[in-house]
């Protein structure tokens, strides 16, 4: 299945712009459809290298009440 920018932007709670930017400084990777957009095929591991850039804690809640 194909993910747009906007997808990847709601898995990663940052907006579409920035990952467009992301995208444009080479940190994260996507194909082009035949209309040039930007397609991911793996949203998940973007979202995951954006909360990574961002300094996100990647733990869950449940643990970082303990």
Not at 37 to 44: L, S
Not at 51 to 61: A, I, P, Y
């Amino acid at each position: 299945m194909r993910y747009t920018v906007g997808d990847v932007a709601r898995l990663a709670g940052c907006s579409s712009y920035l990952v467009r930017r992301l995208n444009n400084l080479g940190y994260l990777k996507c194909g082009r459809d035949y209309r040039n957009r930007r397609i991911f095929t793996d949203p998940d591991r973007a979202a995951k290298a954006i909360r990574k850039l961002l300094g996100e804690n990647s733990v869950t809640d449940d643990t970082q009440e303990k």
